[in-house]
């Protein structure tokens, strides 16, 4: 992902809480602990950039899991080509609930970049995979109304320097693909989850976002009693969700780039480097995003 220059900061208060939902809302069932463990899984490959023997083993750990969970699984391969070559690369579609119906979308990425260094990608590409994950097995548990599809969006971190054409590789394929099919009218929202484990969360408000999607997260933060934790700021990102957005699709960017102690900077110390480990994380700020994003989830199902 990449900040967007002259944005700044903002200040935005959300209203107060409203009471915590009833106790058998999906979002209570959603574990942080579990997530956490799904993740440790994952960064426990190591370093993950696409064409390594990591990402492979990642793939199929994600599949072993989908499949254990119910899912009807698709697989969107392509091939990326980058400023170091081609790679085979492939988003991986699990989906929950109806065939038929307006479709909800989870997402996040399961790579991490390629550096000259060990980047195992704790919190940027191993949080967001471990969240999805636990939140199949919510959906297995509790099978939604509406369909849910989780994508696992391969080829996110930029080969070389972030540009249009070195970012986001598997998001502008899939996008792409849905365009073609004549699928995007079928799609309601996406909700983009990247980066946000860190111990000391703060989900800023994406300022690239769909403006009732941001309302919708809003609100179910107040549901859940997690409004500290989110949208005290407001930055524009460059993320998957952008390629959703410029096919049609409302899309929203949960995402904690201030990635270190006492949320000090932007991207924070931590940001594309070896000091991305598991010890920077934490299950209860994994479990408060996803109980947020299944309370979402639920809001707009019922819509």
Same mark, same amino acid.
């Given at each position: 992902?990449?900040?967007?220059?002259?944005?700044?900061?903002?200040?935005?208060?959300l209203?107060?809480?409203?009471?915590?939902?009833?106790?058998?809302?999906?979002?209570?069932?959603?574990?942080?602990?579990?997530?956490?463990?799904?993740?440790?899984?994952?960064?426990?490959?190591?370093? +993950?950039?696409?064409?390594?023997?990591?990402?492979?083993?990642?793939?199929?750990?994600?599949?072993?899991?989908?499949?254990?969970?119910?899912?009807?699984?698709g697989?969107?391969?392509?091939?990326?080509?980058?400023?170091?070559?081609?790679?085979?690369?492939?988003?991986?579609?699990a989906?929950?609930?109806?065939?038929?119906?307006?479709?909800?979308m989870?997402?996040?990425?399961?790579?991490?970049?390629?550096?000259?260094?060990?980047?195992?990608?704790?919190?940027?590409g191993?949080?967001?995979?471990?969240?999805?994950?636990?939140?199949?097995?919510?959906?297995?548990?509790?099978?939604?109304?509406?369909?849910?599809?989780?994508?696992?969006?391969?080829?996110?971190?930029?080969?070389?320097?972030?540009?249009?054409?070195?970012?986001?590789?598997?998001?502008?394929?899939?996008?792409?693909q849905?365009?073609?099919?004549?699928?995007?009218?079928?799609?309601?929202?996406?909700?983009?989850?990247?980066?946000?484990?860190?111990?000391?969360?703060?989900?800023? +408000?994406?300022?690239?976002?769909?403006?009732?999607?941001?309302?919708?997260?809003?609100?179910?933060?107040?549901?859940?009693?997690?409004?500290?934790?989110?949208?005290?700021?407001?930055?524009?990102?460059e993320?998957?969700?952008?390629?959703?957005?410029k096919?049609?699709?409302?899309?929203?960017?949960?995402?904690?780039?201030?990635?270190?102690?006492?949320?000090?900077s932007?991207?924070?110390?931590?940001?594309?480097?070896?000091?991305?480990?598991?010890?920077?994380?934490?299950?209860?700020?994994?479990?408060?995003?996803?109980?947020?994003?299944?309370?979402?989830?639920?809001?707009?199902?019922?819509?």
């Amino acid at each position: 992902m990449l900040l967007r220059p002259g944005l700044g900061w903002m200040a935005l208060w959300l209203a107060a809480a409203s009471p915590l939902a009833a106790a058998s809302g999906p979002h209570v069932r959603f574990s942080g602990r579990a997530a956490y463990r799904y993740t440790a899984a994952v960064v426990a490959f190591g370093p +993950r950039p696409p064409g390594s023997a990591a990402h492979r083993r990642t793939e199929a750990y994600i599949l072993a899991q989908l499949r254990r969970d119910g899912a009807r699984i698709g697989r969107d391969r392509y091939i990326a080509h980058t400023p170091i070559g081609a790679f085979h690369e492939e988003n991986i579609i699990a989906k929950f609930g109806p065939r038929q119906g307006q479709i909800l979308m989870l997402a996040g990425h399961y790579d991490t970049k390629f550096e000259p260094f060990r980047f195992v990608g704790a919190n940027d590409g191993g949080s967001s995979t471990g969240l999805l994950l636990e939140a199949g097995a919510v959906l297995a548990k509790d099978p939604p109304k509406a369909p849910v599809w989780l994508l696992f969006l391969d080829g996110e971190e930029a080969v070389k320097h972030w540009t249009a054409t070195d970012s986001v590789y598997g998001s502008r394929h899939l996008a792409a693909q849905l365009q073609k099919e004549g699928m995007v009218p079928r799609i309601h929202a996406l909700i983009l989850v990247d980066m946000i484990g860190d111990k000391d969360l703060d989900v800023a +408000r994406e300022t690239n976002s769909t403006a009732w999607l941001n309302s919708f997260v809003a609100a179910a933060a107040r549901k859940t009693g997690d409004s500290r934790y989110f949208f005290q700021q407001s930055m524009g990102i460059e993320d998957d969700h952008i390629p959703f957005l410029k096919v049609g699709i409302p899309a929203v960017d949960l995402i904690d780039f201030t990635y270190g102690p006492n949320n000090a900077s932007t991207p924070g110390p931590y940001w594309h480097t070896a000091q991305d480990t598991m010890n920077k994380l934490s299950a209860h700020s994994l479990k408060v995003v996803g109980r947020v994003v299944m309370e979402t989830l639920r809001m707009l199902e019922a819509q």
